[in-house]
């Protein structure tokens, strides 16, 4: 009987986000199996009024799961200079379309990170699957900048209230698979489990089950300072 071990979360203190596809199969970017996905289609991100009006500009980040059939499954911002910049690309591109992810030709889900930069001359899109650092500038200079939390900021803890174990499909139930799987997700102020994905895995198979399983789950929600947030956590599965 194989068993798995998946001690509670730890704390991210500097956070990055990386992009393997989960299907049947899981390949890194810049291998020569995998092609990340293209925007095919997109609306035009409107620039807040309020800020437009104020002259102020600013940017924001948003992580996008991509599904096999090139649409948007789940969109959560990152961080911005201003929120409202966040909500304003998170909603333009809950509209978009993309060409999905290629893994060894077929099609495969995904995680990407868009940014817009807003400029009072226009507003640019970007999309990269690298992994990334926040704005440390802004983050200590910008009264208005907003962020995922990290779990160490947090009020207390989130607690696991609903926790479904990894299931192996019946054909690789007798094969001897072993290893560690590290997942990256965020838990949205309802305590459920948001964009996860794979920051790094011995097997794509064992990256598979413990990536379906995790968003499964479901948590207390999290709090800062009494107020509800979005928080970005790391999440070890070991397999033995």
Do not use: C
């Not at 991509?66 to 998170?90: E, I, K, N, T, W």
């Not at 560690?180 to 949205?188: G, L, P, S």
């Amino acid at each position: 009987m194989k068993s798995i071990v998946y001690a509670l979360f730890s704390a991210v203190l500097v956070a990055g986000l990386s992009v393997p596809a989960f299907a049947t199969v899981l390949a890194a970017p810049g291998t020569e199996d995998y092609r990340p996905p293209k925007i095919e289609t997109q609306t035009p991100v409107n620039y807040p009024y309020l800020l437009r009006a104020r002259s102020i500009e600013g940017f924001a980040r948003v992580v996008v799961v991509v599904d096999q059939q090139g649409r948007p499954a789940d969109v959560v911002v990152y961080d911005a200079s201003h929120p409202q910049f966040g909500m304003a690309l998170a909603r333009s591109v809950r509209e978009w379309t993309f060409q999905p992810a290629l893994v060894e030709g077929e099609a495969a889900q995904s995680r990407v990170i868009l940014r817009s930069d807003f400029s009072l001359r226009g507003t640019v899109t970007n999309m990269t699957t690298t992994e990334f650092l926040m704005n440390m500038l802004d983050r200590f200079t910008n009264p208005d900048f907003y962020r995922l939390s990290r779990f160490d900021e947090l009020d207390r803890l989130p607690e696991r209230t609903k926790e479904v174990a990894p299931v192996f499909p019946e054909e690789a139930r007798g094969m001897d698979l072993t290893g560690e799987v590290m997942v990256h997700f965020v838990i949205d102020p309802d305590g459920k489990v948001r964009v996860p994905g794979i920051r790094r895995a011995e097997d794509e198979l064992l990256a598979a089950v413990a990536l379906q399983a995790i968003q499964e789950w479901e948590f207390t929600p999290p709090t800062r300072k009494g107020r509800p947030v979005y928080a970005h956590g790391v999440q070890p599965f070991t397999f033995k």
